[in-house]
């Protein structure tokens, strides 16, 4: 094979073929150590082009998110052990408002919560695999929320308020509150007191 007097090159058939080198296919030398490689040119493609497609799922995104809409649903620690106990007294009635939220929406706790229901389950597998099964997502305390349950809580004791209502219980309402569209509750009378505007379901 010889090169011609332009630096023109015949790429035998079968090479052709078998490499897809097609007519009008823009082809690239690229040098190599021990000479020159003859490849397809590439051509840039964004980083967002190549994920385009890539789950390659179909069908339309709120499939998949979920209605946006849905109501958002605090449980207090009284609702989950009503039911997971089950309570004697309130066992049924808090099945029923925890059955209506979960299908109403999503459910979310934070620590403290999850911290009082450690002790009630023999292993933190049970309770992690309890709590993934209702969908139930914890979420930490943010300082703007651990504040304002602070503030809250002196408020309280300042205006004659009982050593029997602590801390934690105004860091759950502050949270939900802060977090959820409802907070599911038995205790109602004292959240929706020191928490003006959070909506209360019991």
Same mark, same amino acid.
């Not at 209502?165 to 949270?175: E, K, Q, S, T």
């Given at each position: 094979m010889k090169i011609g007097e332009r630096g023109q090159v015949t790429i035998p058939k079968t090479l052709r073929e078998k490499y897809g080198l097609l007519p009008n296919i823009e082809v690239e030398f690229m040098p190599e150590k021990d000479g020159i490689k003859l490849q397809k040119k590439k051509h840039y493609v964004s980083p967002v082009k190549q994920v385009f497609g890539i789950l390659d799922k179909g069908g339309k995104t709120d499939k998949y998110i979920g209605d946006p809409w849905k109501m958002i649903t605090f449980v207090d620690t009284n609702i989950l052990l009503d039911v997971f106990l089950p309570d004697p007294d309130f066992g049924k009635r808090s099945l029923e408002h925890l059955e209506k939220t979960f299908h109403d929406g999503s459910l979310i706790i934070n620590v403290i919560i999850y911290a009082e229901l450690a002790p &009630?389950?023999?292993?933190?597998?049970l309770l992690d695999s309890? *709590? @993934? #099964? *209702?969908? =139930? &997502?914890?979420l930490f305390i943010e300082q703007e929320i651990a504040y304002t349950a602070g503030r809250k809580w002196k408020q309280y004791r300042k205006a004659g308020g009982k050593r /029997?209502? =602590? *801390?934690? /219980?105004? *860091? =759950?309402?502050?949270? @939900?509150?802060? #977090? @959820? /569209?409802i907070l599911l509750s038995r205790d109602r009378g004292f959240y929706k007191k020191y928490f003006k505007g959070l909506k209360v379901m019991y």
């Open positions: &009630q389950f023999g292993s933190r597998n309890t *709590l @993934a #099964k *209702l969908g =139930i &997502q914890m /029997d209502r =602590i *801390l934690a /219980d105004f *860091l =759950i309402g502050a949270h @939900a509150q802060s #977090k @959820a /569209d």
